[in-house]
């Protein structure tokens, strides 16, 4: 096999995430990108802004660059599975076996 230049390529496909804000900081967001607007005159989404503002985050994350470089492999936290609805739907059909 020849050897390329070009490395292979990194995965592309994105990964939807879905999170809840406080509305302190969902009314930041929306005057964030009101101001990104007035500033570059091209309006933006909030869900188009924060995958930027979060990579940006991180790279500025002198601390988080310094434990990626010391540790071997970091553990991946997996998401909590979400409580509540899956358990209040058993207690009212009167089925406790689907508690989460």
Known sequence: MPELKLAKLPDRVPVKLTIAVQP???QAL??????????YGEEESVEELVPFMLASFLEGDRGFAKARKEVAEL???E???RRGRRKVAAQQNGDESEEM
């Open 79 to 81: 998401p909590r599975p």
């Open 24 to 26: 302190d900081l969902a």
């Open 30 to 39: 929306r005057q964030y990108a009101a101001v990104y607007c007035a500033t």
């Open 75 to 77: 553990p991946v936290v």
